[in-house]
């Protein structure tokens, strides 16, 4: 199959405070990765369009300084939120396009709470 | 723009019960259609697909028809089993997902009681 990790699962920061997410595609190689947001009980709004080796597209709305996105590699994004506050706290995921069947993964997601 | 609405959770059911979840989509040209399942800590998995009108996806019992004329993906699965129990995203891609962006609902948590 095709998996997609993340890393952290959870995290709690201090507002003002800078926070990494990784997401890895494990078994495959992927050009486009894709970073969601999630809050409870609604659903998945795109965030940004990771391509490998270029920027990123980001979605109207989305402030590109604050999240920082990195894809350096085929398997490997990044997502920086910076300077958090606690109204970044939200659960974060990304998706990975690839694999057998191609298609887009999920990987299982990010708690982030900024305290 | 393109969007999706599903019916608002929860729905709660008994084991061997029949379940419908209604979806229902706007969008411009010929989008494909999906149906994603979130189980409790979990990432988002493919549960079935249709890429063009009246095409029918199935998995694991669950089908899906894509109904151009009244712009629905309902999901619907003759039994379901306490297992079922999750989350729902209905979702569009205004491509082949190959190559374009999804849009989700808002999600369905299904919650099936033995």
């Known amino acids: 199959g095709a998996v997609v990790s993340q890393h952290p699962s959870r995290v709690i920061c201090k507002s003002g405070t800078s926070v990494k997410i990784e997401c890895r595609s494990l078994d495959f190689q992927a050009t486009t990765m894709f970073w969601y947001r999630q809050f409870p009980k609604q659903s998945l709004m795109l965030m940004a369009t990771?391509?490998?080796?270029?920027?990123?597209?980001?979605e109207q709305g989305v402030e590109k300084d604050k999240f920082l996105i990195n894809h350096a590699s085929l398997t490997l994004s990044t997502l920086t939120v910076t300077s958090a506050h606690p109204e970044d706290s939200s659960f974060y995921i990304c998706s990975a396009r690839g694999g057998f069947p191609y298609e887009q993964y999920f990987g299982p997601g990010t708690r982030l709470t900024v305290t | 723009g393109n969007s999706v609405t599903q019916m608002e959770g929860p729905v709660t059911l008994s084991e061997e019960a029949f379940l419908t979840i209604n979806c229902t989509y706007t969008a411009t040209g010929y989008p494909s259609l999906f149906w994603y399942v979130q189980y409790p800590g979990e990432g988002l998995q493919l549960l079935l697909k249709a890429t063009k009108a009246d095409d029918k996806g199935s998995n694991k019992g669950f089908e899906a028809t894509y109904r151009k004329e009244t712009t629905s993906f309902h999901l619907e699965k003759g039994s379901v089993q306490v297992s079922d129990s999750a989350v729902y995203f209905c979702a569009l891609s205004d491509r082949d997902n190959q190559g374009g962006k999804l849009i989700f609902g808002q999600g369905t948590e299904l919650s099936v009681k033995p």
């Open positions: 990771s391509n490998e080796g270029s920027k990123a597209t980001y």
